[in-house]
């Protein structure tokens, strides 16, 4: 089992920026890949950014490119999204999500086994 505790969201205005954590426990953190996703009001969970075992790889979604960064330091077992130049249109509940199989075939089928409880963020404009 996987314990994921997210942390970090809150109220900025249009332009701000926030910076979510993910603390991560349960298992060897360096074997899991990790990624973030964002779920509106009325809209269907959405992939935000996903980060590689070693870090080396990162995925984006178009909407986020440019703006926000998937970091993470396997000493501290935490996953951060740095995230600048927020849109009222981000605001949503952000999930941290892991799971062993690679980033890369877990951004295409979304089929992350472990989930956080979410943080709220809200952009106002």
């Known amino acids: 089992q996987v314990q994921l505790v997210e942390s970090g969201g809150g109220l900025v205005q249009a332009g701000g920026s926030l910076r979510l954590s993910c603390a991560a426990s349960?298992?060897?953190?360096?074997?899991?890949?990790m990624g973030w996703f964002r779920q509106a009001p009325g809209n269907e969970r959405e992939f935000v950014a996903a980060?590689?075992?070693?870090?080396?790889?990162?995925y984006y979604a178009d909407s986020v490119k440019g703006r926000f960064t998937i970091s993470r330091d396997n000493a501290k077992n935490t996953v951060t999204l740095q995230m600048n130049s927020l849109k009222p249109e981000d605001t949503a509940i952000y999930y941290c999500?892991?799971?062993?199989?690679?980033?890369?075939?877990?951004?295409?089928?979304?089929?992350?086994?472990?989930w956080g409880q979410g943080t709220q963020v809200t952009v106002s404009s």
């Open positions: 980060i590689s075992w070693s870090g080396t790889n990162t």
């Open positions: 349960g298992r060897t953190f360096s074997s899991l890949s």
């Open positions: 999500a892991a799971d062993l199989a690679p980033a890369g075939r877990l951004v295409v089928t979304g089929t992350f086994g472990y």
